[in-house]
Nanobody, 122 residues
């Protein structure tokens, strides 16, 4: 059974930092590109960042580039999202996702986690 379990969300003041983690089980982690998406209240889910199977390629949403860093530890089957200089507009539920093949900004991923909530206060 495939499971993607996000953790690390919470409440933080603007300008602060959080590090999200996504622990994967039930898959051969190195066979999957990974991504982070977010969904704010009343808005559609949007792409945040993606990373290739061995980390050599990363993609970012323009508004988070330079503030967020996606990474993975294949030995631990874990995906990370380091979020710095957080803004109130980053408030959302954050989801990790896995897909075979190359990373993509589209929502075309095979597996999804249940999400972790991030709230940034002004």
């Amino acid at each position: 059974q495939v499971q993607l379990a996000e953790s690390g969300g919470g409440l933080v003041q603007a300008g602060g930092s959080l590090r999200l983690a996504c622990a994967a089980s039930g898959i051969t982690f190195t066979n999957y590109a990974m991504g982070w998406f977010r969904q704010a209240p009343g808005k559609e889910r949007e792409f945040v960042a993606a990373i290739s199977r061995f980390g050599g390629t990363q993609y970012y949403l323009d508004s988070v580039e330079g503030r967020f860093t996606i990474s993975r530890d294949n030995a631990k089957n874990t995906l990370y999202l380091q979020m710095n200089s957080l803004k109130p507009e980053d408030t959302a539920d954050y989801y990790c996702a896995a897909r075979t093949g190359v990373p993509t900004r589209s929502a075309n991923y095979n597996y999804w986690g249940r999400g972790t909530q991030v709230t940034v206060s002004s």
